[in-house]
C-alpha cells in the first residue's frame, strides 16, 4: 500500500490569495509529480521532480511553483489564486530506479481547491 | 513525441457482457499501465505491463501489451456495477527519465 499523503484535503478559498498544496510520502521514492484533473476528465501534468533540488515545468502552464527540498516533501504553491484554479490536484510518487516495474506512479488521495 | 489514445472514451453496458477498452500510443515504449477512477477518488494502480506479449489478470479484468502494435487492451469479463469506474492507461518513454503520458481515460457504466 503507497504511502503518499496530501493536504488540505479540500479547500475553499478567495480569489488573490496564496496557497500551497501539501504532498509528502514515506517511501523514499526520488520521483514526485502534481498533475491538475478536473471531474472525470483526463490528467494534466503541471510539475515533476527527480529528486531534491531538481524541478521541472509540466504540460499546463499552471501559474504555480514546486520546491523540493527533501525528497519526503513536493509542495505546490499558487501565487494568487483565481477562479480558473478551481479543479483537483493529485500528487503521485515513483521510484528511479532499473526496475521499471518500480517507476508505478503511486497516487495521493488529492486535493479539491475551489476559488471564489 | 509520445501520445497515448484510449478509446472508446464513454462506455456503457449491461452486466454480464463483455467489452474491451483499447490503448493506442505513438512510440516505442516498453512499460504500460493501466489504473483505475472512482467519482471524486485518487488513481490506484491496477496493472504494470514491461514485455512484448505481458498478460495480467485480476478478476474480471485481463489486460495485455502488444508493444509491436503500440497497443494495449483491458478486457472485462462478465461486468458487474463495481467495475464502474473511469479506467486510465499510461506509458512511459524508453529513457528512465521519460515522463510517464496518460490517455484521456474511459468511463465505464455498467448498467445492473
Known amino acids: 500500500e503507497a504511502d503518499i499523503y496530501q493536504t488540505p484535503r479540500y479547500l475553499v478559498i478567495g480569489t488573490g490569495k496564496k496557497i500551497t498544496l501539501e504532498c509528502s510520502q514515506t517511501?523514499?521514492?526520488?520521483?514526485m509529480y502534481w498533475y491538475q484533473q478536473d471531474p472525470g476528465m483526463e490528467l494534466h501534468l503541471i510539475h515533476y521532480?527527480?529528486?531534491?533540488?531538481?524541478?521541472e515545468k509540466g504540460d499546463l502552464s499552471s501559474e504555480s511553483t514546486v520546491s523540493r527540498i527533501r525528497t519526503e516533501h513536493f509542495p505546490l504553491t499558487l501565487e494568487s489564486a483565481r477562479p480558473s484554479h478551481t479543479s483537483q490536484y493529485l500528487c503521485?510518487?515513483?521510484?528511479?530506479?532499473?526496475?521499471?516495474?518500480?517507476?508505478?506512479?503511486?497516487f495521493g488521495p488529492g486535493t479539491r481547491l475551489l476559488v471564489l | 513525441e509520445l501520445k497515448v489514445e484510449q478509446n472508446p472514451l464513454f462506455l456503457s453496458m449491461q452486466e454480464g457482457k463483455n467489452y474491451t477498452i483499447y490503448c493506442n500510443y505513438s512510440?516505442?515504449?516498453?512499460?504500460l499501465y493501466w489504473y483505475r477512477q472512482d467519482p471524486g477518488k485518487s488513481l490506484e494502480s491496477l496493472f504494470v505491463?514491461?514485455?512484448?506479449?505481458a498478460v495480467k489478470q485480476e478478476g474480471r479484468l485481463m489486460a495485455s501489451l502488444d508493444t509491436k502494435a503500440r497497443l494495449s487492451t483491458l478486457h472485462i469479463t462478465a461486468a458487474v456495477h463495481d467495475l464502474s469506474a473511469t479506467y486510465f492507461c499510461?506509458?512511459?518513454?524508453?529513457?528512465?527519465?521519460?515522463?510517464?503520458?496518460f490517455g484521456k481515460g474511459t468511463r465505464l457504466h455498467i448498467l445492473p
Open positions: 503521485a510518487s515513483s521510484e528511479l530506479g532499473s526496475g521499471r516495474a518500480r517507476e508505478t506512479q503511486y
Open positions: 517511501m523514499g521514492h526520488d520521483k
Open positions: 521532480s527527480y529528486g531534491v533540488n531538481s524541478t
Open positions: 512510440t516505442t515504449s516498453d512499460r
Open positions: 505491463l514491461l514485455s512484448n506479449g
Open positions: 499510461a506509458v512511459g518513454g524508453m529513457n528512465r527519465d521519460d515522463k510517464i503520458i
